[in-house]
C-alpha cells in the first residue's frame, strides 16, 4: 500500500536544529488535503510513539517530550508535512517516520522507511 517518503535526517549536535520533510505517494494525492497528518519517531529498544501532528486546517499537537521545540506544518498544494526540529536533545535520537492518523488516532498507511536523526557531539 502507500508510503510515504522522508527526507531530511542526519546527525546533528545538542542543541541544533533540523528540518525533516514528508511527500505523500501520487496514489493518495486526492486524499491528502483531509487527512490528520503526524510524525512518529522510534529510538532502538522502543516502542514508536507519536510527536506531532497536525490537522486538515493546521491545528496541531505534540507530545510533551518535544513541545517548544518541534513545529509541525503542512502544505496542501504540495501534498507535503515538515517537521522542524529545535534544541536538539540525545534523547531525540531516532528513526523518524510521518503518516496520516485515522479518526481514531491510529496510522493510517504502511510504514515507510523514514529517516534518521541522531543527535551526538
Known amino acids: 500500500q502507500a508510503q510515504l517518503v522522508e527526507s531530511g535526517g542526519g546527525l546533528v549536535q545538542p542543541g541544533g536544529s533540523l528540518r525533516l520533510s514528508c511527500v505523500a505517494p501520487?496514489?493518495?494525492?486526492?486524499?491528502?488535503?483531509?487527512?490528520?497528518m503526524g510524525w512518529y519517531r522510534q529510538a532502538p529498544g522502543k516502542e514508536r510513539e507519536l510527536v506531532a501532528s497536525?490537522?486538515?486546517?493546521?491545528?496541531?499537537d505534540y507530545a510533551d517530550s518535544v513541545k517548544g521545540r518541534f513545529t509541525i506544518t503542512r502544505d496542501n498544494s504540495r501534498k507535503t508535512v515538515w517537521l522542524r526540529m529545535s534544541n536538539l536533545k540525545s534523547d531525540d535520537t531516532a528513526v523518524y517516520y510521518c503518516?496520516?492518523?485515522?479518526?481514531?488516532?491510529?496510522?493510517?498507511?504502511?510504514w515507510g522507511r523514514g529517516t534518521q536523526v541522531t543527535v551526538s557531539s
Open positions: 503518516n496520516a492518523l485515522t479518526t481514531s488516532k491510529q496510522p493510517k498507511y504502511d
Open positions: 497536525i490537522n486538515p486546517s493546521s491545528a496541531t
Open positions: 501520487r496514489m493518495i494525492f486526492s486524499v491528502f488535503s483531509p487527512l490528520l
